[in-house]
């Protein structure tokens, strides 16, 4: 009799697990530092998947973040996601970057354009888009396969539910998109996002064009109204009104303010993973306190993982 085949076998009724991720940046300060590192504490207790690391190609915080990559994985459980930007960049250049950053012992990277120079001045050869970077990074990874085990680099990419500032149509973004993953890239994570319906509409404009890969949605905790406004500002995404009001009518009454967040920011996930979000990825600006207060509110079905505690023990 022949074996059964993967076709044949019954298909399993477990809840898959929803992955969690957190935006971290450099610390520009020692102060700061000691804000950083006391999130990282926080937010590892959480297990989740990876932790991404803004990155720039050229950028005055490339050393800083090395640094925290490497004390990432030197001290503590959690796996780095680099940022790396590539517009301007040469090809010499961001090779020499990602080949830095894979020795380092990182395999995941987030691959991004990046804003174009004020001026709009660009080297000749200067890479132009995030698939260019992709392109890049998978040559790289072909000549140095044999050091990965049969793995390889996971490449993220950025998603829009909104329209780019710079693009001509919502139907052009998933375009780019498509061409992204046509690229190599592995997964995708939006930006930010103020309406529950922004991103299930994403998700369907993505699926009907043939975008296949993950895509999972970038939240921000709506805690501060003058973080929302900032980021509205260079995002170009207008967020709710309503919302703006609501926060406003909190007045001076900061607690009251932040359940009011809270509670949409929640929303915004719930809306999400009932559109059937693959995973959670939360923008903290280095701050543990409104990410946690809103993974409190949500059941994520999570993998179990050997404690921290005995993880700690062993080193």
């Known amino acids: ?25 450099p610390p520009r300060s020692d102060a700061a530092a000691v ?4 999130t990282i ?15 720039g190609a050229g950028g005055s915080n490339h050393a800083k973040a090395l640094d925290l990559v490497d004390r990432l994985q030197l001290e503590t459980t959690l796996r780095p996601l680099a940022h790396l930007t590539c517009v301007g960049g040469t090809p ?18 987030l691959a991004l354009r990046g804003d174009r120079p004020r001026d709009g001045a660009l080297p000749a050869n200067g890479l132009q888009y995030a698939q260019d970077l992709i392109e890049l990074i998978r040559r790289i990874e072909l000549r140095r396969s044999a050091q ?9 990419v950025a998603a829009y539910p909104m329209k780019h500032p710079e693009s001509p149509s919502e139907g052009h973004d998933v375009e780019v998109l498509l061409a992204k993953q046509r690229s190599g ?7 930010v996002f103020f309406e529950p319906e922004q991103y299930s509409s994403l998700v369907h404009r993505a699926r ?7 895509i999972i949605p970038g939240i921000m905790p709506l805690t501060s109204l003058r973080r929302i406004l900032k980021l509205s500002e260079l995002s170009g995404v207008a967020p709710s009104a309503a919302l703006l009001d609501r926060i406003r009518s909190a007045g001076d009454d900061v607690a009251g303010a932040r359940r009011i967040g ?11 993973l009932a559109a059937g979000a693959p995973g959670l990825h939360l923008y903290t600006f280095n701050e543990h306190e409104s990410a946690l207060e809103v993974l409190s509110r949500l059941n994520l079905p999570r993998p179990s993982r050997p404690s921290l505690a005995a993880h700690h023990r062993a080193r």
């Open 208 to 214: 009907r064009a043939g975008v296949t890969i993950p």
């Open 41 to 55: 504490r926080e937010l590892e207790c959480t297990n989740p998947d990876y932790v991404s690391v803004t990155y």
């Open 262 to 272: 809270v509670e949409a920011t929640v929303g915004l996930a719930e809306a999400a």
């Open 185 to 191: 890239a592995d997964f995708a994570i939006t930006q």
């Open 148 to 156: 990965f085990a049969a793995g390889k680099v996971a490449i993220g």
């Open 92 to 109: 010499e250049e961001l090779n020499a970057v990602v080949n830095e950053i894979l020795d380092r012992g990182v395999r995941g990277i």
């Open 1 to 25: 009799m022949s074996p059964p085949t993967l076709i044949d076998a019954p298909t399993s009724t477990t809840t898959a697990p929803v992955a969690l991720s957190y935006e971290l940046f």
């Open 35 to 38: 804000t950083l590192w006391n």
